[in-house]
């Protein structure tokens, strides 16, 4: 049973496009990171929410935490975004991931 | 501002060697550090945590080890590597300033041949 699950592991997208990652976790959680990891790179922390929505340039994290459920939204997709998204949650003792979200924007 | 620093970026090394993979930490003290192991496929799981020198805890029985030599240094090992050691290692870190610090290295990509 994993704590975290992330929808959809794979997403292609037109250039422009909205996308949406969603993340479902089952701990009481103090902390939700968004990750982004290039191919063959490492990883970028993205976001750190622990309540609420965070915006940075195009993209916006939103956490509810009475559903244990966070999203992560990338408005006017580019090509450059294409990368694995990894949702990580932090309930007090040590960070589970999800397996990623693999997204490819095409021009 | 606290940072985490993993090297080697990439690594490509025989099955049979050692390992060393190394993780810093700089602009605090007192870190709680964890490495992780992504394998193909599979997301990131917890080999290693320390809370502090010389104090290590294992989550996964492993061809691995990890050793905290100092306070803002943790260090991944093997004496022989196995084709199964191939993945992404991540190094993460809690700092003690409150609920929100916690920060994650760029990781190491290292593949066994």
């Known amino acids: 049973k994993n704590e975290v699950e992330q929808s959809p592991q794979n997403l292609t997208a037109q250039e422009g496009e909205f996308i949406t990652i969603n993340c479902s976790y089952s701990?009481?959680?103090?902390?939700l990171h968004w990750l982004q990891q290039h191919p063959g790179g490492g990883i970028v922390s993205l976001f750190m929410l622990s309540s609420g929505k965070k915006k940075h340039g195009r993209l916006i994290a939103t956490i509810n935490i009475q559903e244990k459920h966070s999203s992560l939204h990338i408005t006017a997709s580019h090509p450059r975004d294409s990368a694995v998204y990894i949702c990580?949650?932090?309930?007090?003792?040590?960070?589970?991931f999800g397996t990623g979200t693999s997204l490819t924007v095409i021009p | 501002s606290q940072t985490i620093h993993q090297w080697p970026a990439t690594l490509v090394q025989p099955v049979g060697s050692p390992l060393s993979l190394e993780c810093t930490v700089e602009?605090?003290?007192?870190?709680?550090l964890y490495w992780y192991r992504q394998a193909a496929g599979r997301g990131l799981q917890l080999l290693f945590y320390s809370v502090g020198i010389g104090q290590i805890s294992s989550e996964v029985p492993q061809n691995l080890s990890a050793s905290r030599p100092q306070d803002r240094q943790f260090i991944l090992s093997s004496k022989k590597l196995l084709l199964s050691d191939s993945g992404f290692y991540l190094c993460a870190g809690t700092f003690r300033g409150g609920p929100y610090e916690q920060y994650f290295g760029p990781g190491t990509r290292l593949t066994v041949t």
């Open positions: 990580a949650v932090w309930p007090g003792n040590q960070f589970y």
């Open positions: 701990v009481g959680i103090s902390a």
């Open positions: 602009g605090t003290s007192n870190p709680n």
